[in-house]
């Protein structure tokens, strides 16, 4: 069984930075992809960034580009998106997804296990 912890959330104010960061125990880290997603209050939830099994292709959703990078240690099995340049509108739930499908996907019904969820909340 599959286990995702997020953590790295909190609260910020616009214009900052967080590094949300995912663990993954319970099965060999390097043969699943990666992905993150969030949900804000009203809306569904929506694809953020997704990076393959050894880092060799990442997804962005084109809103987030340059602003979000998703990166991978799979020595550590963990998975990180770093977020720069946080508006009121990044405030969501994020999630972390593990897929066992190569590449980087990008559909949330490509991914078999979910986290529980980390809370960013930013501040005008």
């Known amino acids: 069984q599959l286990q995702l912890v997020e953590s790295g959330g909190g609260l910020v104010q616009a214009g900052g930075s967080l590094r949300l960061s995912c663990a993954a125990s319970?099965?060999?880290?390097?043969?699943?992809?990666m992905g993150w997603f969030r949900q804000a209050p009203g809306k569904e939830r929506e694809f953020v960034a997704a990076i393959s099994r050894y880092a060799r292709t990442t997804n962005y959703a084109d809103s987030l580009k340059g602003r979000f990078t998703i990166s991978r240690d799979n020595a550590k099995n963990t998975v990180y998106l770093q977020m720069d340049t946080l508006k009121p509108e990044d405030t969501a739930i994020y999630y972390c997804?593990?897929?066992?499908?190569?590449?980087?996907?990008?559909?949330?019904?490509?991914?078999?296990?979910w986290g529980q969820g980390t809370q960013v909340t930013v501040s005008s």
């Open positions: 997804a593990a897929s066992s499908l190569s590449g980087s996907p990008m559909s949330a019904y490509d991914y078999f296990y």
């Open positions: 319970g099965r060999t880290f390097s043969t699943l992809a």
